[in-house]
């Protein structure tokens, strides 16, 4: 079966640098994919991972180990905008479909 | 702004109706997908259509479910006989490469 793991919440203060880990294990796995969702909102795409390292856009990087299953996303400078839930995705099959982890409901606080 | 808009914005049916939802790209582009997200959980790929036909669909696209092109633009998902559990978001999303999806704003759908 497809399972990813992320952590269900996390808190951290404003100019803070918070890291959203992510596992997973995954049949035709082709890359990892992160989206930020505001409530009520849709998915917004952040970053894409294909090989292993580290991929970095403004304020957020994001890094792969396919060797471990693993990645991260990292936030720096954080901003209260940045309050919102983050979701790794695998990106399958050749891209495609993504296969969405739980979420990640992060609250910056003041 | 929005890669792709979709309509209706909201739709309530009752049990058993069926219900189409359109998703309308920006531009021209390859790969098309559809998402459904339950309220308060994870986004479940439904299914992806590549080059006017369907590239791959999970277990809940069951028979219940299509997805056309009907007039090369418009993209639609339909629904032939909704359920209470068929209460979610929908998203369309637009892919140029698969690897990098963009979401369109949702449809929130409600069957009574």
């Known amino acids: 079966g497809q399972s990813l793991e992320q952590p269900s919440e996390v808190t951290a203060v404003e100019g803070a640098i918070v890291q959203i880990n992510c596992t997973y294990q995954?049949?035709?796995?082709?890359?990892l994919s992160w989206y930020q969702q505001h409530d009520g909102g849709a998915p917004t795409f952040l970053s894409y991972n294909g090989l292993d390292g580290l991929e970095e856009t403004g304020r957020f990087s994001s890094f792969l180990s396919r060797s471990d299953s693993y990645g991260y996303l990292l936030l720096q400078e954080l901003q209260m905008k940045d309050s919102a839930s983050y979701f790794c995705?695998?990106?399958?099959?050749?891209?495609?479909?993504?296969?969405f982890g739980g979420g990640t409901r992060l609250m910056v606080k003041p | 702004e929005p890669e792709v808009t979709q309509t209706p914005s909201h739709q309530v049916t009752q049990m058993g109706q069926e219900v189409i939802l359109r998703c309308v790209p920006i531009s021209n582009h390859l790969y098309f997908y559809w998402y459904r997200q339950i309220l308060g959980q994870k986004v479940e790929f439904l299914v992806s259509f590549y080059n006017n036909e369907i590239s791959e669909k999970s277990e809940i696209f069951d028979d219940q479910f299509s997805v056309e092109r009907p007039d090369g633009s418009n993209f639609t998902l339909k629904i032939r006989s909704t359920k209470l559990e068929d209460s979610a978001m929908y998203f369309c999303?637009?892919?140029?490469?698969?690897?990098?999806?963009?979401f369109g704003p949702g449809t929130r759908l409600l069957v009574l």
């Open positions: 995705a695998v990106v399958r099959n050749a891209g495609n479909m993504l296969t």
């Open positions: 999303a637009r892919a140029d490469i698969g690897e990098t999806q963009y």
């Open positions: 995954t049949s035709g796995f082709y890359g």
